[in-house]
């Protein structure tokens, strides 16, 4: 499945999803961000079961201050709307992958 661009205005939608959401807090000029990027289009593409998306911190201010996101790359792990994990900084694909649990 294709990596979703989050927004303000599709966010609801994608906290209420039925699948695990894996949401990639990232900005354009942020080296370590582009670093993770690949890692988790690559989860995307083999694992349809989760909805990944990613969410520009420059674009979506308010989302990323809803998320308490003080440095990027920052993922989160969300189930049922709730947030069940939050890692900042560059993983490896497993350390992504085991915060689903």
Known sequence: MAVVKVTS???DEIKNSEKTVLLDF???WCGPCKMVS???DQIAEEHPEYL???VNVDDEE???AQFGVMSIPCL???KGGEVVTKKVGVQPKEGILAMFG
Do not use: F, S, T
């Open 38 to 40: 690949p890692i988790v």
């Open 26 to 28: 990232y900005a354009d």
């Open 62 to 64: 308010d989302l990323a």
């Open 52 to 54: 990944v998306g990613k």
């Open 9 to 11: 205005e599709n966010y």
């Open 76 to 78: 989160v792990a969300m």
